[in-house]
């Protein structure tokens, strides 16, 4: 499973939920139909509509606010099988773990991926701690396989 974001709290009498999310791929999850798991029990979206700085969310069957109270609060996964990516794609939230390389040289592990207004930045532990743009003039190439980011130019972010 794959950490999705957070209902909060409910939102009006139809068993809508606040859901607030930063992960990479929304447009293809937030759909009718598609199915979200919260303590490993799935549960299939019956609406969803943005609102404000979060998303509202109603389930399927569950379309009251007696049935959805006890979700509030909960974190929301996905499964990853669920998603249409390509063979080798890997997502923005399965790289913390990741050892980050350039050329043969080990520069740190991923320990955190940063959201920010000018875009995503992944934080990289080594003795101290530095950030790579998330960039394809710094990403070379990902290897699932190995966990491993091959960038460029990243020796000079390091402090």
Known sequence: MIYFGYLTSTHGLKGELKLYTDFSLQKQVLTKG???YIH???????SIRFH?????VSFEGLEDINFVENLRHQKVYIQKEDLSLKEDEVLLEELPGFKVKEGEELL???IQIVYNKGGVLLKVKNDGIFYIPYRKEFILKIIAE????LVKQAKGLII
Do not use: R
Not at 41 to 46: A, G, K, L, Q, R
Not at 146 to 149: C, L, N, V, Y
């Open 34 to 36: 598609f199915t979200l």
């Open 52 to 56: 404000q700085n979060h998303y509202l």
């Open 146 to 149: 190995d966990q491993t980011i």
């Open 108 to 110: 740190g592990k991923v």
């Open 40 to 46: 490993e029990s799935p549960f299939e979206i019956h």
